[in-house]
C-alpha cells in the first residue's frame, strides 16, 4: 500500500504512495518501511496527494514545499484540509494514525517556534472539520527533519477506532498555553480493534509526565521514562481490548527518534535493560518538538486479541 524510505532514496515512480524522509537511521543500513495488503488495492493521486485504499484502510501521503508568503500555519492547515476532504470524499472518514515530518521544528519563523505554528494550522483545519474533536484525535508523530518538505503520512478506516489516554500524561490536546496558543491535536494511542485483527498505534512517546518535560539533560533517564509510558499505554490499551498487551511486545515494531547521535549507544542500551524488545526497534535520528526531548518512541502492535 505504500513505501517509507529512512535515510536512501527511492525510485522515482512507485505505482503507490511513498515518503522519502531524511532521518539517517543509527546503527546501520538504510531502512524501508513497506505497508502491506492482502486485498486489491486502490490507487488515488491529487496536487500533492497520493492515496491508497482496499475496502477497510485507507493511506496515503502528502508533501508539500514551503514557499514565501505561506507560512508554517497556513500550510499545515492547508494540507490537512485537503487530507480531510478526500477522506470524507472517499469513505474512510476515521483518522487512525498520522506522521508529521518538517524542517527546522525548533527554529522561531516570525515569532513562533515552527513546531508551534504547525500545531497552530493543525488545531486550525482539525478543530473546524473532524466531528468530535478533539476526541476522535488519533495517535500521531511530529519529527523534525533536517531539510524538505512538509511530508504527512496519513492512516484512515471505514470503522471508527477507538483513542486512548496514558493515565501518567495529560492528553496533549488539554495541555496549557504555555506550550503554544494551540495545543497538539494528537491521542497517545489507537486502537483499531476490526474484525481482520487488532492493531494498536502508539504516538509519539517522550519524557513527559503531566504534561512537563522530565530529566532535563539526561538521555538516558529520558529513554527510561519515555518506557515507562510506552508501558502505561500498553496496559490502558490491554483492558480496553481484554489481552495482555504487554506480553506480546514480540508482535510489536518500535521507532525510536534520537535528536543527538552521540546519544544512541545509551539509548540503545537502555532499551536492553527494558522490557521492550531492542531487536525490535528501529533508532533514527531526527529532532523532537521540544527542545529539551532528546529521544521519542512510537509503536505499532499487531495483537492477538478477542474479537470487538
Ligand atoms: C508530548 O508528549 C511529546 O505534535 O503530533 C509527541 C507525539 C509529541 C506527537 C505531535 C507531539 C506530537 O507532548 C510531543
Known amino acids: 500500500m505504500a513505501i517509507v524510505s529512512f535515510g536512501a532514496p527511492l525510485p522515482a515512480a512507485l505505482p503507490c504512495p511513498t515518503l522519502t524522509l531524511p532521518l539517517a537511521p543509527l546503527g546501520g543500513w538504510p531502512v524501508i518501511e513497506a505497508w502491506l495488503s492482502d486485498r486489491p488495492v486502490q490507487p488515488m493521486a491529487d496536487h500533492g496527494i497520493s492515496l491508497v485504499m482496499n475496502g477497510e ?5 502528502i508533501s ?6 505561506w507560512s ?3 500550510l499545515t492547515d492547508d494540507a490537512y484540509r485537503r487530507i480531510l476532504y478526500h477522506l470524507n470524499r472517499l469513505g474512510y472518514p476515521n483518522l487512525c494514525r498520522i506522521w508529521n515530518y518538517f524542517p527546522r521544528i525548533n527554529e522561531e519563523q516570525d515569532g513562533l517556534e515552527r513546531y508551534r505554528r504547525f500545531c497552530v494550522g493543525r488545531h486550525r483545519a482539525l ?7 478533539p476526541l476522535s484525535l488519533p495517535a500521531a508523530t511530529a519529527v523534525g527533519t533536517p531539510y524538505g518538505p512538509l511530508q504527512i503520512m496519513f492512516l484512515a478506516s471505514t470503522r471508527p477506532p477507538t483513542h486512548l489516554d496514558n493515565p501518567r500524561q495529560l492528553n496533549a490536546y ?3 498555553p504555555a506550550y503554544g496558543p494551540r495545543s497538539p491535536s494528537f491521542a497517545r494511542a489507537t486502537l483499531c480493534r476490526f474484525p481482520q485483527g487488532t492493531t494498536l498505534f502508539i504516538a509519539g512517546t517522550a519524557s513527559v509526565v503531566g504534561h512537563a518535560s522530565q530529566h532535563i539533560g539526561a538521555p538516558v533517564d529520558q529513554t527510561h521514562e519515555s518506557i515507562r509510558n510506552v508501558t502505561a499505554v500498553l496496559e490502558r490499551a490491554s483492558s480496553a481490548c481484554g489481552a495482555n ?3 506480546q511486545t514480540n508482535h510489536a515494531l518500535f521507532k525510536v527518534y534520537i535528536r543527538n547521535p552521540d546519544h544512541f549507544s545509551a539509548i540503545q542500551a537502555a532499551f536492553h535493560d527494558s522490557s521492550l524488545p531492542v531487536r525490535h526497534c528501529v533508532f533514527l535520528q531526527g529532532d523532537l518538538c521540544r ?3 532528546f529521544t521519542e518512541i512510537e509503536g505499532l502492535l499487531v495483537a492477538k486479541a478477542p474479537h470487538a
Do not use: K, M, N
Not at 484502510?57 to 501521503?61: D, K, V
Not at 478543530?127 to 474533536?133: M, Q, R, S
Open 57 to 61: 484502510w485507507l493511506i496515503g501521503t
Open 64 to 69: 508539500v514545499d514551503e514557499r514565501p508568503g
Open 72 to 74: 508554517l500555519d497556513s
Open 127 to 133: 478543530a473546524e472539520l473532524l466531528p468530535d474533536f
Open 174 to 176: 488539554e495541555y496549557p
Open 245 to 247: 498487551l504487554l506480553a
Open 291 to 293: 527542545r529539551e526531548l
